[in-house]
C-alpha cells in the first residue's frame, strides 16, 4: 500500500550556505493533520503549499509548482546504505515522507489523490543547493546527489485538502508521454540530449520549460 509516513515541516534555522539568513530546509515530523492549498506566485504568495510551513529562500524555493516536496523512505534506506548513517524524515527538506510510491519515477503531470480530498501532481525533481549541502555536511554532495538521480518530486496542488501521516497515496490519472521525474532530473543535469523531448511535455512548470528552452542545442 502507498502511503504517506510522516508529514514535516519546517523549524527555521541559520543559513550561513547562503544570503538569506535563514533557512526552512529542517522540516520535522507533525503529528496532526495538515492543510494543504495552492500558495500561489513563487515570490509574492503564500511560499510554501502547507499551512505552518515555511520558505525563506522565496527565489528559488515555494510557489504554485514547487508547492509540495516528496521524498520517499525507500529512497532513504539507499542513502543511508551508502553513507552510512542514518537519516530522519524530513533531513532533505520534504514535506511528504512517503512509502510504496514510487516517488522518482512519478510522470510529470499525473494526479496523486491523497487522503479523501487533496490531489497533487508532480512537476520536476528537486535540485541540489548550497544550503542542502550544508545541512547534509558532506563533501561534494550537490554532485553526489545529482549523480544519484533519486531527486524526490515537487508537486503543484490540484485540489486543496488535507494530509496527516497514515494517508493513503493514489495514481489517478498517468499522462500517455511517460516522462518521469528521473528522467527529467537527468535531462536537466547530466545528460541534456534529453532535453529536446523534455520541453515538449505537458506539465512541466512554464518558467523550467523557458529555462530548458534556453539550452537546447543550437541547430547549424
Known sequence: ??????VNLAVPEPNPAKGVGVTGINKQPVGHSVAVRAPGPKTTGLHSGLVGDRIFDVEHHGGDDQAVYAYALEDYGW??????????????GENLTTEGVDVNGAVIGERWRVGALLVLQPTFGRIPCATFQHKMGEPGWV??????NRPGAYLRVV???????GDAVMVED???????????????MTEP??????????????????TLAERLPRRR
Open 1 to 6: 500500500m502507498s502511503t504517506i509516513v510522516s
Open 79 to 92: 542513502w543511508q546504505a551508502r553513507l552510512g548513517r542514518r537519516l530522519s524524515n524530513g533531513l532533505f
Open 143 to 148: 554532485k553526489t546527489f545529482a549523480r544519484a
Open 159 to 165: 485540489e486543496p485538502g488535507e494530509v496527516r501521516a
Open 174 to 188: 498517468r499522462p500517455a508521454h511517460g516522462v518521469s521525474i528521473a528522467m527529467a532530473f537527468r535531462a536537466y
Open 193 to 210: 540530449e534529453l532535453l529536446p523531448e523534455l520541453v515538449e511535455i505537458d506539465g512541466l512548470p512554464d518558467d523550467l520549460r523557458e
